[in-house]
């Protein structure tokens, strides 16, 4: 069978070029979501290197859907690619674990447990002493490098599982130097 008979036939035109379609914008759309998180933590060389990829599949991919227009299943090809791309890539940026984030963690009569732990395990802290709805309240505050949140979510909920935690990135946290073990935060303890 010569490739000029498989290019024209039905199963390719109906199901090997949309699956093809499918695919691609999966690859671009997910270097694509890839490449906005990596600029929005500052990634300047990882971005530009993303972007051109990013473009160039979307090009071939682009040029496929456009060149039979009649072809509707490509568009279905297309439009779910572009949805699971999306989602591909923010699993990928959450296994890659890139940049620092900030936890914020609201506690109460518990706090003092949670705090020795999380010295223990050499977080920076910072802590302040609040007021909140049912009394007194200790409001908690580390950053870390997004590799080890589940590490300090597990502390949260063995050391005071009614704690009300956030989780927020980071896009720049400076080095001062001050504490050898957290080379990137301050230990401020406000609240003794």
């Known amino acids: 069978m010569a490739l000029a008979e498989i290019l024209f036939s ?18 671009d759309v997910s270097i694509g979501t890839i490449r906005m998180i990596f600029i929005s933590k500052g990634f300047k060389k990882t971005a530009p290197f993303l972007s051109f990829f990013e473009i160039m599949v979307w090009l071939l991919v682009a040029r496929q859907v456009l060149t039979d ?3 509707v299943i490509s568009y279905f090809a297309y439009a779910g690619g572009f949805a699971t791309g999306t989602y591909v ?6 296994k890659l674990s890139v940049g620092k984030v900030i936890v914020r963690i609201i506690t ?26 049912e009394g007194k309240v200790k409001i908690i505050f580390s950053i870390v490098d997004r590799k080890k949140l ?12 009614h704690a009300f935690y956030t989780i927020e990135d980071v896009r720049y946290a400076r080095e001062n130097g001050s504490t050898p073990r957290k080379k990137f935060l301050n230990l401020i303890d406000l609240g003794k």
């Open 108 to 133: 109460g009569k518990q706090s003092s447990n949670l705090i020795n732990k999380l010295k223990q395990e050499q977080y920076g802290l910072t802590i302040v002493d609040g007021k909140g709805s």
């Open 89 to 94: 890539g923010m699993k990928i940026e959450e």
């Open 69 to 71: 227009l009649s072809n």
């Open 10 to 27: 039905p199963w390719y035109t109906y199901l090997i070029l949309p699956l093809l379609i499918f695919f691609g914008r999966i690859i």
């Open 150 to 161: 589940w590490n300090i979510k597990k502390i949260i909920k063995e050391f005071d599982s």
